[in-house]
C-alpha cells in the first residue's frame, strides 16, 4: 500500500510569555535546555512577605537610578510602535524582564554583582515611578505575568517564587516559595492550584503545598552501565490548561525530549504527541485549549501549532530558536525571524496557522526578550538598548493582509480590493474567474507571501509557499501552476484549486504550458545530466508531461549534455517543443522545433519506453490462475503469457479478477497498474493512462463494479472513470472500503505515533462527508514503515464498523465496533486478530496471546455484542493461518493456511471448518508456488495463482 508518509514532524524554542535573561550561576539539568529554560534554575532563599517600598539607602538608590530618556512612537505596516529608551547604571544592574499592564511597564531589574532583584513599575503617560516588591535570589528564568480568570489578579513566575498582584493597583498580594527540589512549576489559572516537578516526579497540590498528588512519575535506567540512574523519562515544564482540568508536559529523557503527553487532572484521559523526530523545547495552550504552540531548538529550530482534535500541526515554521509566543487571549503568536547569531538583525512576526506578516522593521540591537501583555493587545520587546512595544490589539486584520478583507467576496469586491493595493506584485484570474492567486511585494522576492482568493470568501488564504516568479492557470480552473524562485532553475508546484492541496513539485527550468483540455501540463524538467554550458542551470533539460489526474510525471524527451528540451505552445493535441542546442558561452545557441502528437494512451507517446517495455523486466515466463476443488482436482481458469501479476482479488460475483500488473518490485513488495479479467469472456482489460501506475492493492465493492486502488482512489470498471478520496497526504492511509450499499467510503488514518486514528467519511463518489479523531490509537511497527493498518468491515445497516485495532505498546490488537453516526467505538473482544464477519450476526477472529503473530491457531466465534459461542485450536503440526472466509449459510469457515517444513513454505492450502460439527471437512491444498485468494461461488472449488 502505498504510504504518505509523514516528514519531519514538530517543535522549537523560546520563552513562552515573557523574556528569559541569562541564569546567574544557573546549572543546566538533564532533559532541559539552555539559559532561559525554567528547569535550569538554580534556586536560593529569600524573605517570604514582599516589600511593598523602600528603606535602605542601597534601594533607595537602585529606584532613582532608573529613568527613561525618551519615549517615541511611529508606525509599521499598519502596527502602532512606541520606542522607550531606558537609563540605569548597566554596571551595577541590568534589565532581566519587562512587560506592560494598562499605561505602566513592569520592569525586573537584577544587580550585576549580588544577588539581588527589584521590580518595579513604571507609568508611561505620569513618568513615575514605583518599586513593588524586593529580594535576593535568582531570576535567570519566569514563564511570564499571567492574567487569572478572575480577571482581578496576576501572577508573576520567577524562578524559585510566584508572585501574586493586584492587577488595577499592581501591588503585590501574596508571594509562593519554591524548595529547591521543585524544577519547574505552573499555577493554575484560578490561581488555587499549582503543578510542578520535583525530582522528575510531576505532582499537583493545593497554592500551598498542601493535599499533594502524584500525577506522573519518572522512570530511571536500571542498566549496570555509565547511564545507571541516569532519566530514562521524566514529566519537565508542566503547563495548565486554561479550564484547570489538564496539564501538558514535556517527555524528558537523558540528553533532550521525545514528546508531550498531556493528562487530566483526575487521571480519566491522557494524549501523548511524539514521534521518532519529535524533541519538543518547550510547549503551551492557545487560548482555547483546543490547540499547542510548540518550540524544538533540536536538529532544526522550529515552532509548531498542534491541533488536538485532529493531532495534526497546522502550522510549521523553521526560525530562530530565541523569542516566540502565543497570545494569551487569541488564536495567534509571534515569533523573531533571521538573526540567527547573536548580534545579527532580526525581525518579529505576527502569525497563526494560515497567515503571517512583519510587526516591526529591522532590528539591529541585540534582543534579550519578548512577551505578551497579560491581556493580548500588546507585544513587548526587550533589547540591549530599549523596549519596543506593539500595539497588535486589531490582531491579523490590523496587517496589510488583514485590510483584503471584504464583505461578501464577489468578483467585483475582490478585484476592487487588489487595484487599491499598492503593494500587489502579481494576481492571476482563473479562466472561469472563480478564485485568483496573487502575492504581495516583499524584500527578499523568496520571502514574497502567495495568496488564493476565492469567490465566496471574505478573505484571501495564505498558502505555504512564497516567492512565485510565474502563475498559469489550468483552461477549466481547477489547477494552477506556480514557478517559486528567481532563478531559471526552479521549484514547480501544482496546486489542486479547491482543496489547496500540492499534486505536483518538482525541479524544473522554464515555462510550463497547459493541454487546451487540461489533460496535460507539459514543462521542462531539470536532468542529472550535466550540460555543456557555462550558465545555470548546471544540468541539460527533459521535457516532461504531467497529467492531474494520476499525478504522474513522465519524460517525453531526454536532454544530453549537448542540448535541451523545452515546451512551447499547444495547438489540440499537438505539443510543439523547442530542441536547443549548447554553445561553449551561452545556452541558446542553435534551435530547431518539434511537433509531437498527444494521444490517450501514454504509452503511445513515449518513444523512449514503448507500450510493452515497462514490463520487459518482469516478462519472463506464464503465470496460471486455478479453481481447486475437493480432493485437489485443477481446473485452468487462465494463463497470462506476458508480464507478472499480483494482489488478486475476486469481485463478489464471481465473474472477475482484479490485478496488478508489475512495474515496479521492491523485495517482495511490487507496484504496477491495475488490470482486470473477466472469466466469462476471457478478456484481460487495463485502463493505460487514467489511473497512475505504482497502485499496490485494489479492492471491490459489493456491487462487483467498483474497485478501490490503494484505498484512495475509486475506479469504475466499467466506464474507467476515477475519482480520488481527498485526505491530508502527509498521513498514513490505514485502510479504506466502502459500505454495502456502495454509498459511502470509510477511511481510517493517522499523522504518526503518539497521534490518535482519525476516521474519515466519503460518500460513494470520492466527496468527504465529515472527518474525526477517534480516542483509538494505532501501533507503529518495528521496522519504521508506521503504524500498522486497520483492518475492518461494514455492517449491512450501513452506520457500524467491525475494526481491528493494533494496542500502541505491544503486538496485539482488539476488535471494536465503531459507530460512523456517533462517533464512538466499544471494545468487543480483547487479544484479538484478522476477524472474519458473517452478516451482522457473527465474527471469526484468531486468538492472540504473545509473540509472533504468524503462529496462533485458535480461532473463537463472537456475536457482535462480544459473547464467546465457540472456538477450535488447531494443531495440524507447522501451519500458519492467516485470513478467514466465512461461507455462505454461515456453516463453514475457510481458513487461509502456509504449511510449514523445516524452515520454508512447502505449499499454501485452505482449511475447511464445519464450526456447527467443530470437525475439519477437508483441507484442500494449491498446487506449489500458487497462493489462495478466493471461494468459487459453489463453494466447492478455491481461487490459486501463481507467483513468480
Not at 88 to 106: A, C, H, M, Q, R
Not at 422 to 440: G, H, M, T, Y
Not at 473 to 479: Q, V
Amino acid at each position: 500500500m502505498k504510504r504518505h508518509l509523514l516528514v519531519a514532524l514538530i517543535i522549537v524554542a523560546v520563552s513562552l510569555t515573557l523574556f528569559g535573561c541569562s541564569s546567574s550561576g544557573s546549572k543546566l539539568k538533564v532533559g532541559e535546555t539552555s539559559s532561559g529554560d525554567e528547569d535550569s534554575k538554580t534556586p536560593t532563599q529569600q524573605d517570604s512577605e514582599a516589600e511593598q517600598s523602600i528603606t535602605d539607602n542601597e534601594d533607595q538608590e537602585l529606584l532613582t537610578s532608573f529613568s527613561i530618556k525618551s519615549v517615541a512612537q511611529d508606525t509599521y505596516n499598519g502596527i502602532a510602535i512606541k520606542t522607550v529608551l531606558p537609563e540605569y547604571p548597566e554596571e551595577d544592574y541590568t534589565i532581566s524582564f519587562v512587560n506592560k499592564v494598562g499605561t505602566n511597564l513592569l520592569i525586573g531589574l537584577r544587580s550585576r554583582n549580588v544577588s539581588k532583584f527589584s521590580l518595579i513599575t513604571y507609568n508611561l503617560k505620569t513618568a513615575s515611578k514605583k518599586e513593588i516588591y524586593k529580594g535576593t535570589g535568582s531570576v535567570g528564568f519566569h514563564s511570564g505575568f499571567k492574567l487569572l480568570n478572575d480577571g482581578k489578579r496576576l501572577v508573576l513566575q520567577i524562578s524559585d517564587r510566584a508572585l501574586f498582584l493586584y492587577r488595577d493597583k499592581l501591588e503585590v498580594l501574596n508571594e509562593v516559595q519554591l524548595t529547591e527540589d521543585i524544577w519547574s512549576y505552573d499555577i493554575s489559572y484560578d490561581g488555587k492550584k499549582i503543578a510542578y516537578s520535583r525530582e522528575g516526579d510531576l505532582y499537583v497540590s493545593d497554592i500551598d503545598f498542601s493535599n499533594p498528588q502524584l500525577l506522573v512519575k519518572g522512570i530511571k535506567r536500571t542498566t549496570n552501565d555509565e547511564f545507571y540512574g541516569t532519566w530514562l523519562k521524566r514529566p519537565a515544564q508542566p503547563r495548565w490548561s486554561h479550564d484547570g482540568t489538564k496539564i501538558l508536559y514535556i517527555i524528558a529523557n537523558y540528553e533532550s525530549s521525545e514528546g508531550i503527553e498531556i493528562v487530566s487532572i483526575d487521571g480519566s484521559s491522557k494524549q501523548i504527541i511524539k514521534s521518532e523526530m519529535f524533541g519538543p523545547n518547550r510547549a503551551a495552550w492557545l487560548f482555547n485549549d483546543q490547540k499547542i504552540f510548540v518550540e524544538q531548538v533540536m536538529g532544526a529550530s522550529k515552532i509548531y501549532v498542534l491541533d488536538l482534535a485532529t493531532s495534526e500541526f497546522e502550522y510549521t515554521k523553521e526560525t530562530s530558536p530565541e523569542y516566540s509566543s502565543p497570545s494569551p487571549t487569541e488564536e495567534r503568536f509571534f515569533y523573531k525571524a533571521a538573526g540567527n547569531m547573536y548580534d545579527e538583525p532580526s525581525q518579529f512576526y505576527l502569525a497563526d496557522a494560515s497567515e503571517e506578516y512583519p510587526i516591526t522593521p529591522m532590528i539591529k540591537d541585540i534582543v534579550r526578550g519578548a512577551a505578551w501583555s497579560p491581556t493580548g493587545n500588546e507585544v513587548i520587546i526587550l533589547t540591549d538598548q530599549q523596549i519596543i512595544i506593539l500595539t497588535v490589539s486589531n490582531g491579523l486584520n490590523s496587517s496589510r493582509e488583514g485590510q483584503l478583507q471584504v464583505q461578501n467576496g464577489t468578483f467585483q469586491e475582490i478585484s476592487a480590493r487588489l487595484k487599491q493595493k499598492e503593494d500587489l506584485r502579481k494576481a492571476d484570474w482563473s479562466p472561469d474567474k472563480s478564485a485568483v492567486i496573487f502575492s504581495l511585494n516583499n524584500d527578499p522576492w523568496e520571502e514574497m507571501p502567495i495568496y488564493l482568493w476565492k469567490i465566496g470568501q471574505q478573505q484571501p488564504t495564505r498558502l505555504d509557499m512564497k516567492g512565485p516568479s510565474a502563475i498559469s492557470w489550468s483552461p477549466n480552473s481547477k489547477y494552477v501552476w506556480i514557478s517559486l524562485g528567481t532563478s531559471m532553475q526552479g521549484q514547480g508546484v501544482v496546486l489542486k484549486a479547491d482543496t489547496q492541496k500540492q499534486v505536483l513539485s518538482t525541479t524544473t527550468v522554464g515555462n510550463a504550458v497547459w493541454s487546451p483540455d487540461t489533460e496535460w501540463l507539459a514543462l521542462g524538467v531539470l536532468s542529472d545530466i550535466r550540460a555543456n554550458a557555462v550558465v545555470e542551470p548546471e544540468n541539460t533539460v527533459d521535457l516532461g508531461l504531467f497529467n492531474p489526474k494520476d499525478r504522474k510525471l513522465h519524460i517525453l524527451a531526454q536532454g544530453d549534455s549537448d542540448y535541451y528540451y523545452m515546451p512551447k505552445k499547444w495547438e489540440g493535441n499537438r505539443l510543439h517543443s523547442i530542441k536547443g542546442y549548447y554553445s561553449t558561452q551561452y545556452q541558446d545557441g542553435t534551435q530547431e522545433e518539434e511537433v509531437r502528437t498527444i494521444t490517450e494512451n501514454l504509452y503511445d507517446i513515449v518513444p523512449a519506453v514503448p507500450k510493452d517495455e515497462v514490463f520487459k523486466e518482469f516478462d519472463e515466463g506464464s503465470q496460471s490462475i486455478w479453481l481447486v476443488g475437493k480432493g485437489g482436482v485443477k481446473n485452468l481458469v487462465a494463463t497470462f503469457e506476458h508480464g507478472l501479476y499480483q494482489a488478486p482479488q475476486i469481485s463478489p460475483d464471481k465473474s472477475k479478477i482484479s490485478m496488478i500488473r508489475v512495474t515496479e518490485s521492491m523485495g517482495e513488495s511490487a507496484s504496477g497498474f491495475p488490470v482486470v479479467y473477466d472469466i466469462h469472456t476471457g478478456q484481460l482489460k487495463h485502463i493505460g493512462s487514467k489511473v497512475p501506475m505504482f497502485i499496490w492493492t485494489s479492492a471491490w465493492a459489493d456491487n462487483s463494479k467498483t474497485l478501490l486502488l490503494d484505498g484512495e482512489r475509486i475506479l469504475d470498471t466499467e466506464n474507467w472513470e476515477t475519482a480520488e478520496l481527498e485526505y491530508n497526504g502527509n498521513n498514513y492511509n490505514l485502510g479504506a472500503k466502502p459500505s454495502a450499499d456502495g454509498a459511502k467510503i470509510a477511511m481510517f488514518t493517522c499523522q504518526g505515533e503518539g497521534s490518535p486514528l482519525k476516521f474519515l467519511l466519503f460518500d460513494g463518489q470520492g466527496q468527504k462527508i465529515k472527518e474525526i479523531a477517534t480516542k483509538l490509537y494505532p501501533k507503529i511497527s518495528d521496522d519504521g514503515f508506521g503504524p500498522l493498518p486497520v483492518n475492518f468491515y461494514w455492517l449491512s445497516d450501513n452506520k457500524r464498523i467491525v475494526m481491528e485495532c493494533w494496542r500502541q505498546q505491544e503486538y496485539l490488537s482488539d476488535i471494536y465496533l465503531f459507530d460512523t453516526d456517533t462517533e464512538q467505538a466499544e471494545k468487543i473482544i480483547d487479544s484479538a486478530h484478522n476477524p472474519a464477519l458473517f452478516k451482522d450476526n457473527k465474527l471469526a477472529v484468531l486468538q492472540i496471546q504473545s509473540e509472533p503473530r504468524s503462529y496462533y491457531k485458535t480461532i473463537q466465534i463472537y456475536d457482535l455484542k462480544g459473547n464467546l459461542l465457540s472456538e477450535s485450536d488447531f494443531n495440524l503440526g507447522d501451519v500458519r493461518i492467516g485470513e478467514m472466509e466465512w461461507g455462505e449459510k454461515g456453516k463453514r469457515l475457510f481458513i487461509n493456511a502456509s504449511f510449514i517444513v523445516g524452515n520454508r513454505v512447502d505449499r499454501n492450502g485452505v482449511i475447511i471448518w464445519n464450526i456447527g460439527e467443530d470437525t475439519i471437512e477437508e483441507i484442500i491444498y494449491g498446487p506449489r508456488g500458487t497462493n489462495y485468494f478466493g471461494l468459487n461461488e459453489d463453494e466447492d472449488s478455491l481461487f490459486f495463482m501463481e507467483y513468480k
